[in-house]
């Protein structure tokens, strides 16, 4: 009896992957930010072919089961007037680049249908999400610009506040200094126009105060594109109770990222300790390479085994999915990884081809298959719809 008990149990351990992999590959897909576009401007990858750096290439989406990306177009804050713009398109032309190196495996999308599409003729399904209010430049024909070039969410500001809106950052460590706080008129005036224009309004990043002036001011539902949970880590980029509960009233999605920082609490004081400890050697490498990519070598290349220490397991990150159901209800969650905007993500967390272990960890807590595939793209596509109207 007991030499039947191991291969039975190796046999249902094995049928339950096999179930965990099919579910995933029939759900659609979405995560709603990924940062490579502004990484490949400096590596140059060729993001066609399997790269060894970096969470993203058209390789390892498809055997991640990736089904629809949205690229964040994004660019720092010493980015402005007469330049923030132009950096802007210049991503773009990236993406539509790479899409044009390979027809036959990744094509832009602009609605849930052409989505829907894209998914039948089996390639990555490209929307675009500009990351921060400041590349419009305060200018409406910007806005304009960038949605016939394909924008399908805006994040009205990065770290940096514009003359229109307060970021996260700035309503906690300039609370006494700033000029105005929440959403100005023109704010106000801008939110209108995405929703005319079927751009989805995205709140990861805006300041606590902006969030609601957002709520109250928009006709449709909202998305955050790359948020967790605040009541489990009080970091500011992270949603509290109550705009959670807040969102789902608005019929939005709050789409959670696996950056390590914002997954899990200990994170932050374990990665300054570590800082700390090779101060001089890192040090060093700012001589040799510019701020963009300190933030990568930091955690990645350098002390490999020590730095995979830092990292939270990966049921932490399912913790913020399963907190967000159990608080808002299943139809408000989705999938925002910051892939290659992040120097760490959990245990397991590699790269786009690591999603199925998402969906055999949900598995595990009992989630159901209509469940998952709402999760993994359901509910995005449901707010991306409600936006463009198809
Ligand atoms: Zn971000």
Known sequence: MKKLLLPLLLFSLKLSAQNAQQIHQRAILIDTHNDVLSTQLITKNDLGKRQSTGNFDLVRAKEGGLDAQIFSIWCGEKYGKGTAFAQANQEIDS??????????????????????????????????????????????????????????????????????????????????????????????QIVHHLNELGVMVDVSHVGERTFYDVLATTNKPVIASHSCVYNINPNRRNLKDDQLKALAKNGGVVCVNFYSGFVDSTYAAKVTTFYLKYKTEIDSLGKVYNDADLGFIKTSSLHQAEADKLRPPLSMLIQHIDYIVKLIGIDHVGIGSDFDGSESFPLGMDSVADYPKVTAELLKLNYTEKDIDKILGGNVMRVLKANTGK
């Open 95 to 188: 993406l539509y680049a790479l899409i044009k190196r390979n027809p036959d495996k990744i094509v832009l999308v602009r609605n849930s249908a052409e989505l829907k599409k894209a998914v039948d003729q089996k390639k990555l399904a490209a929307l675009i999400g500009v990351e921060g209010g400041h590349m419009i430049e305060d200018r409406m024909d910007y806005i304009d610009s960038l949605a016939k070039r394909g924008m399908r969410y805006l994040t009205l500001t990065w770290n940096n506040s514009t003359s229109w809106a307060t970021s996260a950052r700035d309503e906690v460590i300039k609370k006494d200094s700033l000029k105005h706080l929440g959403l100005t008129d023109y704010g106000k």
